[in-house]
């Protein structure tokens, strides 16, 4: 099976060998009978290190992630903060340091501002559209370089590659947030990262009922590992939840196109916009990372962020009135969010370094008909 939507509907998904059922069932089930002391009957003993459900979520994701690598391998969370977490206790101990993005989600920037630094993990930030500046804020005890790419929520693109060869020349490893590209648009295992992250509620689930989070890795030894602290700690996605993400999948390739081609229209909506006095999209020649982007991406992706001349309360006014665009945090399913960063997903870094403009307006633009998405925001913005 080589074409991506093919993988995305079959990849870990034969038909039941009891009944034929051609979708992989839920498994709602929390142990497995034994055939003997030690002697599992289908390989699967308890649903926190097991279950058939999750297994089919996991080889297709692999599949989707890591196309013809026959070492990757797949994990499911319960979130996309518990991936996150996994890596960190996987990888880190107290005194490494990690590289973040400058302008990183703001639930990552958290995580390891509140949780991992107490623990003893030192951080500090660069510009992920320059590897270079990357490479000065490595220290001999860097074991992670961590990005987003696009980012969350100005969509700065990285070069994944480049970062790589930084990443490795310092001993440290890669790990990519995939979440806004998803891997329809964007592969960085094959372009030379370690760790592959996705919040799946995203554009994975793509119909905002389920909450989950997956990590891919092709180094066997890395792959032991993040398996054994998924179990140890226990952050796995329930059998119904990866039911669903399996179920979103199937999909993902169409709604992309779509997604894309919508975020394309907006996009040439508020070029027209005189209140408008930045547009963050990478398909934009003029995004400065736009060449970056047409290299590494199949597409330029369904978020778009901009900025308002007249500042906060008139981006505020805008969230407020749409109607079709829903005024709440999260992206990627198949309705259109509309959301002030500032004040909702990145309220955690006001503040700090991080900070995101006032100004700023994040939509994740969805499948609805482009007319309709077009004429809701130039309502609110007139």
Same mark, same amino acid.
């Given at each position: 099976?080589?074409?991506?939507?093919?993988?995305?509907? #079959? %990849?870990? $998904?034969?038909?039941?060998?009891?009944?034929?059922?051609?979708?992989?069932?839920?498994?709602?089930?929390?142990?497995?009978?034994?055939?003997?002391?030690?002697?599992?009957?289908?390989?699967?003993?308890?649903?926190?290190?097991?279950?058939?459900?999750?297994?089919?979520?996991?080889?297709?994701?692999?599949?989707?992630?890591?196309?013809?690598?026959?070492?990757?391998?797949?994990?499911?969370?319960?979130?996309?903060?518990?991936?996150?977490?996994?890596?960190?206790?996987?990888?880190?101990?107290?005194?490494?340091?990690?590289?973040?993005?400058?302008?990183?989600?703001?639930?990552?920037?958290?995580?390891?501002?509140?949780?991992?630094?107490?623990?003893?993990?030192?951080?500090?930030?660069?510009?992920?559209?320059?590897?270079?500046?990357?490479?000065?804020?490595?220290?001999?005890?860097?074991?992670?370089?961590?990005?987003?790419?696009?980012?969350?929520?100005?969509?700065?693109?990285?070069?994944?590659?480049?970062?790589? #060869?930084?990443? #490795?020349?310092?001993?440290?490893?890669?790990?990519?947030?995939?979440?806004? %590209?998803?891997?329809?648009?964007?592969?960085?295992?094959?372009?030379?990262?370690?760790?592959?992250?996705?919040?799946?509620?995203?554009?994975?689930?793509?119909?905002?009922?389920?909450?989950?989070?997956?990590?891919? %890795?092709?180094?066997?030894?890395?792959?032991?590992?993040?398996?054994?602290?998924?179990?140890?700690?226990?952050?796995?996605?329930?059998?119904?939840?990866?039911?669903?993400?399996?179920?979103?999948?199937?999909?993902?390739?169409?709604?992309?196109?779509?997604?894309?081609?919508?975020?394309?229209?907006?996009?040439?909506?508020?070029?027209?916009?005189?209140?408008?006095?930045?547009?963050?999209?990478?398909?934009?020649?003029?995004?400065?990372?736009?060449?970056? %982007?047409?290299?590494?991406?199949?597409?330029?992706?369904?978020?778009?962020?901009?900025?308002?001349?007249?500042?906060? $309360?008139?981006?505020?006014?805008?969230?407020?009135?749409?109607?079709?665009?829903?005024?709440?945090?999260?992206?990627?399913?198949?309705?259109?969010?509309?959301?002030?960063?500032?004040?909702?997903?990145?309220?955690?870094?006001?503040?700090?370094?991080?900070?995101?403009?006032?100004?700023?307006?994040?939509?994740?633009?969805?499948?609805?008909?482009?007319?309709?998405?077009?004429?809701?925001?130039?309502?609110?913005?007139?």
């Amino acid at each position: 099976m080589d074409g991506f939507n093919t993988r995305a509907i #079959h %990849a870990g $998904q034969e038909p039941d060998p009891l009944t034929g059922a051609v979708v992989p069932p839920i498994y709602q089930v929390s142990t497995y009978a034994q055939d003997g002391v030690g002697g599992l009957r289908s390989g699967y003993e308890y649903s926190r290190s097991g279950n058939p459900t999750r297994t089919a979520l996991q080889e297709c994701i692999a599949s989707l992630e890591a196309p013809g690598i026959e070492s990757a391998r797949g994990l499911a969370f319960a979130s996309g903060l518990a991936a996150e977490d996994t890596i960190i206790r996987t990888v880190l101990k107290p005194g490494d340091h990690v590289v973040l993005p400058n302008d990183a989600y703001g639930g990552t920037y958290r995580l390891f501002a509140k949780v991992a630094q107490p623990w003893g993990i030192e951080f500090s930030t660069a510009e992920i559209t320059n590897p270079e500046s990357i490479a000065a804020a490595m220290t001999p005890r860097t074991k992670l370089v961590w990005i987003e790419t696009p980012t969350n929520p100005l969509l700065n693109i990285g070069d994944i590659a480049a970062i790589a #060869h930084v990443a #490795h020349a310092g001993g440290a490893l890669l790990v990519v947030d995939n979440t806004f %590209a998803s891997p329809y648009l964007q592969q960085p295992l094959l372009l030379g990262a370690d760790i592959v992250l996705h919040s799946t509620t995203k554009y994975m689930g793509g119909h905002s009922d389920v909450v989950g989070g997956s990590l891919v %890795a092709v180094d066997p030894e890395l792959c032991e590992q993040l398996a054994y602290h998924q179990n140890a700690m226990g952050a796995i996605a329930g059998p119904f939840d990866s039911w669903l993400v399996l179920r979103g999948l199937k999909t993902l390739g169409v709604r992309m196109d779509r997604h894309n081609s919508n975020a394309a229209d907006i996009v040439a909506f508020l070029q027209t916009q005189e209140s408008v006095s930045q547009i963050f999209w990478p398909g934009l020649p003029e995004h400065p990372n736009h060449d970056v %982007a047409q290299k590494q991406m199949k597409g330029f992706g369904g978020m778009v962020s901009f900025r308002v001349k007249a500042g906060e $309360q008139a981006a505020l006014d805008i969230c407020a009135k749409t109607n079709v665009f829903t005024l709440g945090e999260s992206l990627g399913g198949v309705e259109s969010l509309i959301e002030h960063p500032a004040r909702m997903t990145h309220a955690s870094v006001s503040g700090s370094a991080l900070e995101v403009p006032a100004d700023l307006i994040r939509l994740s633009v969805g499948i609805e008909d482009s007319a309709d998405l077009v004429s809701d925001l130039e309502k609110a913005m007139n």
